[in-house]
């Protein structure tokens, strides 16, 4: 016990680990709320989906020939691959459904206000980018389902006036949905992203810590 | 609180997350290990009676080369490979099976019969009739199927072929 409080406060006075801790974990808080902790839960789901993608990625394989067959592998042949896709499956729909009543709770408390505009715009862009995570990922499995939901939602992007048929070009790699879409999709799906995903994390976390949390509105409000 | 029994709201919070948290992080961790060391942990040798036709076919004295495919699965993928055994028959029952495959780096080696040597088109190895080696860099006999890797059923000859 001793040796390991000696560790620590060597670590912490190289690293300083209790001020990090007391910035970003031991901050004030208003008074507790379970609707205040949507924006943990998204943060979590980010995370478990990040951590079961990567684990995915070990199997799949994101070719017309080898997509269906290598996710049929994963849920057969693998030990716990249908664990790991289950809950990257589940929780793709559940961070969805997180993410989107985070926000409706910071619309409802009014939370956007001076100062924390800008942390509403980033939470917008990381709604947009869950959605786009979703969009892209649900191609991946290369089914009937999986081909014609992306066939219809890129041909609804493709009706932009004017610049629809360039958009829908650009969606799919081409006029067609081929092998040219499920790689541009799985690219875009685990690196370009979760990237953008985890770099407005970062400002929206920084945003966060910075201005602290918005207190509940009272009935004077 | 020191050295009472009673454990503030804090420190009971503290308690709940790490415990919980660990045993989330045992849920996903455990499984993600034999996820992914599943496909070391299969079988990974399979075999075969391979059936060669009728011995009465083959020329007594004269090795002669047979070729046959296996088909393998990995993962989603299906290889086809094919191998090649010379078929050396004694007498009438006697018969002895070479696999044509050269012990030095696995180039397919091929009979002379003016020199009545199996040579290898890749290093110039070279066996005998029986498998021994006679030159070259080899490092030893040809792989041979006999005893009891070598089946001779209603006048079918079969070997015992191992993959993997």
């Not at chain 1, 951590?51 to 693998?78: E, R, W």
Request: with cysteine.
């Amino acid at each position: 016990m001793i040796m390991w409080k000696k560790l620590f406060a060597w670590l912490d006075e190289r690293l300083g680990l209790n001020d990090l801790y007391k910035a970003t974990l031991d901050r004030p808080e208003p008074k507790g709320n379970w609707w205040n902790t949507l924006g943990s839960a998204s943060l979590f789901l980010f995370l478990l989906q990040g951590a079961t993608g990567i684990f995915l990625s070990v199997y799949y394989t994101p070719s017309p020939d080898h997509a269906y067959d290598s996710i049929q592998y994963i849920m057969n042949d693998v030990a716990f691959g249908w664990l790991i896709r289950g809950i990257h499956h589940w929780g793709a729909t559940l961070m969805v459904l997180v993410v989107f009543i985070h926000m409706i709770r910071v619309f409802v408390t009014a939370s956007y206000k001076y100062p924390r505009e800008l942390t509403w715009l980033i939470g917008v862009g990381l709604l947009i980018c869950t959605l786009g995570m979703g969009f892209t990922g649900y191609l991946l499995p290369w089914d009937q389902k999986a081909y014609w939901a992306t066939t219809v939602a890129t041909s609804i992007a493709g009706s932009v006036p004017w610049v629809g048929p360039f958009i829908l070009k650009v969606l799919r790699g081409g006029t067609d949905l081929s092998a040219l879409t499920l790689s541009r999709f799985f690219a875009a799906h685990i690196w370009m992203l979760p990237a953008a995903l985890a770099g407005l994390i970062g400002i929206h976390l920084y945003l966060i810590i910075k201005h602290g949390e918005s207190a509940f509105p009272g009935k004077d409000d | 609180m020191a050295g009472s029994h009673h454990i503030s709201r804090r420190e009971f919070i503290t308690l709940t997350t790490a415990a919980v948290g660990t045993f989330i992080g045992a849920v996903v961790g455990l499984p993600a290990i034999a996820y992914l060391i599943a496909p070391a942990l299969k079988a990974s040798t399979t075999d075969a009676w391979i059936p060669l036709g009728k011995l009465a076919t083959y020329e007594v004295g004269k090795p002669t080369l047979v070729t046959f495919t296996r088909s393998k699965v990995n993962g989603w993928e299906k290889t086809v490979n094919s191998y090649g055994v010379f078929v050396v028959r004694k007498s009438d029952t006697d018969v002895v099976v070479f696999s044509n495959k050269c012990t030095h780096l696995g180039c397919h080696v091929n009979w002379n019969a003016d020199k009545q040597e199996y040579i290898c088109p890749c290093h110039d190895g070279q066996f005998g009739i029986d498998g021994n080696v006679l030159g070259g860099p080899p490092p030893r006999p040809l792989d041979r199927y006999s005893g009891d890797k070598v089946e001779i059923k209603d006048g079918t000859l079969l070997i015992h072929f191992m993959e993997g």
